[in-house]
């Protein structure tokens, strides 16, 4: 048996909100060696990964959004017939505020597919068109990893998405975020978890300057017994759900810690959690204050 053979077929689909990023995604894809299809139409996917499966392709990103509207609802079903086939799926929705959404179309001017032409304010019928949008890829959005790009770059969505692909997908990926609360909660968080009420070391001259992954600033935590018992106790709740979330076929959980500024208590708080879960189970990290400066 020939290495094409024995390896499945992987396939990465992208959906998610109009201007939420989708072609910065399929374009980091491609960099990583993917074979990249942008707007396929639902009705063609099975014949498409047929087709790759025959020319033994290994690697295959496909994006779909709500051009499509009218067949998307036909995707879950197809992608549970693709997965009894062996075929390795990972579904990813980019998604993002309705505030960044609608700031984004301002920007570069260009309509969402379903606005209405003949609507005199247009801000209002931008906004509508988000809104129903959501409702439209709502069971989509709730089957993949959902990435906030609402505060992301270009290069930062790049590097995330590279990074999550690397994942086997039979595995259970954690991705452990830390946010400022002052800039709003992620919208892709599965769990979220308030640190506010902790010591904090902004308060300390020396210590202001620093982030959560410096030693002085970790070393000025670890001192505090709230600290390690908040540690402890969002341990012992993600230690006793992660078996049931794997046996139900999740791909990704994401877990964000929040603080005031996101840049001490919550970073400290994802970097020991990452290193306490890392030996069973596959741990991603992501800094929102810190990686987008």
């Given at each position: 048996?020939?290495?094409?053979?024995?390896?499945?077929?992987?396939?990465?689909?992208?959906?998610?909100?109009?201007?939420?990023?989708?072609?910065?995604?399929?374009?980091?894809?491609?960099?990583?060696?993917?074979?990249?299809?942008?707007?396929?139409?639902?009705?063609?996917?099975?014949?498409?990964?047929?087709?790759?499966?025959?020319?033994?392709?290994?690697?295959?990103?496909?994006?779909?959004?709500?051009?499509?509207?009218?067949?998307?609802?036909?995707?879950?079903?197809?992608?549970?017939?693709?997965?009894?086939?062996?075929?390795?799926?990972?579904?990813?929705?980019?998604?993002?505020?309705?505030?960044?959404?609608?700031?984004?179309?301002?920007?570069?001017?260009?309509?969402?597919?379903?606005?209405?032409?003949?609507?005199?304010?247009?801000?209002?019928?931008?906004?509508?068109?988000?809104?129903?949008?959501?409702?439209?890829?709502?069971?989509?959005?709730?089957?993949?990893?959902a990435i906030d790009t609402s505060l992301m770059r270009s290069a930062q969505l790049q590097g995330y998405v590279k990074a999550l692909i690397a994942a086997p997908a039979s595995h259970l990926t954690l991705v452990f975020e830390s946010f400022a609360f002052k800039r709003g909660i992620p919208v892709d968080a599965d769990y979220v978890f308030d640190v506010r009420m902790l010591p904090n070391p902004h308060y300390e001259d020396?210590?202001?300057?620093?982030?959560?992954?410096?030693?002085?600033?970790?070393?000025?935590?670890?001192?505090?017994?709230?600290?390690?018992?908040?540690?402890?106790?969002?341990?012992?709740?993600?230690?006793?759900?992660?078996?049931?979330?794997?046996?139900?076929?999740?791909?990704?959980?994401?877990?964000?810690?929040?603080?005031?500024?996101?840049?001490?208590?919550?970073?400290?708080?994802?970097?020991?959690?990452?290193?306490?879960?890392?030996?069973?189970?596959?741990?991603?990290?992501?800094?929102?204050?810190?990686?987008?400066?």
């Amino acid at each position: 048996m020939s290495a094409a053979e024995a390896s499945p077929l992987e396939v990465v689909l992208i959906t998610g909100m109009s201007g939420s990023g989708k072609s910065v995604a399929l374009h980091a894809l491609e960099d990583a060696g993917y074979y990249c299809v942008d707007n396929l139409p639902p009705e063609l996917l099975q014949p498409f990964v047929a087709l790759q499966q025959a020319h033994h392709t290994q690697r295959v990103a496909i994006a779909m959004d709500v051009r499509s509207a009218a067949s998307l609802p036909m995707v879950p079903e197809q992608l549970a017939a693709l997965r009894a086939q062996g075929v390795a799926i990972k579904p990813v929705f980019l998604d993002a505020t309705t505030d960044t959404l609608v700031r984004r179309y301002s920007e570069t001017r260009r309509k969402h597919p379903l606005s209405r032409r003949d609507d005199a304010d247009i801000q209002h019928a931008l906004i509508e068109a988000i809104e129903l949008e959501r409702e439209l890829l709502a069971e989509l959005r709730e089957q993949a990893h959902a990435i906030d790009t609402s505060l992301m770059r270009s290069a930062q969505l790049q590097g995330y998405v590279k990074a999550l692909i690397a994942a086997p997908a039979s595995h259970l990926t954690l991705v452990f975020e830390s946010f400022a609360f002052k800039r709003g909660i992620p919208v892709d968080a599965d769990y979220v978890f308030d640190v506010r009420m902790l010591p904090n070391p902004h308060y300390e001259d020396a210590l202001r300057p620093l982030t959560g992954r410096d030693p002085a600033v970790a070393e000025f935590l670890r001192r505090a017994p709230e600290v390690l018992q908040m540690e402890r106790q969002i341990e012992a709740f993600l230690s006793a759900w992660l078996g049931a979330l794997a046996q139900d076929h999740r791909s990704y959980v994401t877990v964000a810690i929040g603080c005031t500024g996101g840049q001490h208590r919550s970073v400290y708080l994802v970097e020991q959690l990452a290193q306490a879960f890392s030996p069973h189970w596959l741990t991603l990290t992501r800094h929102r204050e810190l990686d987008k400066a």
